[in-house]
């Protein structure tokens, strides 16, 4: 196994295991036991594959079909994860393209001499529109 799939494997295992972590420390929250064995058997999984990849002396000899699939789990999770914060990004770039730097330039561009004016149009399209319950 070359260089590259050794770091990319590695990070995997590293994002995984911080996971784990994760659904370890939520389950632990909630008093899950079933949810609390699953996070630390995944995040024992991940460490062990982990310290494999760190090793200088790592041979991919020494990966098991199990370890692959352990491999494949945690590239399903990492690509969901950069997909849920791709959409997250483009949301606020779009809002920000769309919504906040039109109003901006608004403002920047309003009458030098009318401050009154400029503290009312700011409020204007900065305003949060509540909903009514009628």
């Known amino acids: 196994m ?7 494997f590695h990070l995997i295992c590293q994002s995984s295991e911080a996971l784990a972590e994760q659904a370890l420390d939520e389950n632990t929250k909630k008093n899950d036991e079933a949810g609390i064995r699953a996070a630390t058997i995944m995040h024992d ?28 789990v945690g590239t399903y999770f990492a690509v969901t994860q950069i997909n849920s914060r791709i959409e997250r990004d483009k949301k606020a770039l779009n809002g920000y393209q769309i919504d906040v730097l039109p109003k901006l330039d608004q403002l920047i561009n309003f009458d ?19 909903k009514s319950d009628t």
Do not use: V
């Open 2 to 8: 070359n260089k590259k799939y050794i770091d990319l």
């Open 45 to 72: 999984d991940f460490m062990r594959l982990s310290d494999l990849f760190a090793n200088p002396d790592f041979s991919s000899d020494s990966l098991t079909r199990a370890d692959y699939a352990k491999l494949m």
């Open 112 to 130: 030098d001499k009318d401050e009154e004016g400029l503290k009312k149009l700011a409020s204007q399209l900065f305003a949060i529109e509540e």
